[in-house]
């Protein structure tokens, strides 16, 4: 299945960040059931091959509306390669799966310029259940 989600009108940078967080937790829950299902097929996140890029089609695009991508591990290890959108929620599902229930998300914003010079800038990271921050992003980068 593949589920199209387009959020409109949405100008609060703190309100579009909660709707991704919640969207990106149905990644975690999807990368947990696989765990579950096929634990002798689920390679640990950095034992896995799949490398940090970003998304080729993130910025400038036909449609002119920002494009992003979330989806569960297999489709990473296929193409070998994701982004932090999509290696945070497998990080997250493995940190769970294996005892740290309070482990989580963070999807943050950055904005540069004003009016229509206005630039969104994306990012999200895990935090374990102490609150410890660490980016898949920036270990697995090329």
Not at 37 to 56: A, L, M, N, T
Request: hydrophobic share 35%; with cysteine.
């Amino acid at each position: 299945m593949i589920a199209l989600v387009h959020l409109v009108g949405v100008d609060d940078d703190t309100v579009l960040c909660g709707f991704a967080e919640r969207i990106l937790e149905v990644i975690v829950d999807n990368n947990r059931y696989l765990m579950r299902r096929y634990p002798k097929r689920v390679p640990p996140i950095y034992q896995s091959g799949v490398r940090f890029r970003p998304e080729p089609w993130a910025g400038a695009n036909p449609l002119g509306v920002a494009i992003e991508q979330f989806c569960p591990f297999p489709q990473l290890l296929e193409r070998g390669w994701a982004d932090c959108a999509q290696l945070s929620p497998w990080l997250v599902a493995e940190r769970r799966e294996h005892g740290d229930p309070r482990a989580r998300l963070r999807f943050y914003c950055r904005t540069v310029g004003e009016g229509p010079e206005r630039r969104r800038f994306f990012h999200v990271e895990t935090r374990d259940g102490s609150g410890r921050i660490q980016d898949p992003s920036r270990l697995l980068d090329f």
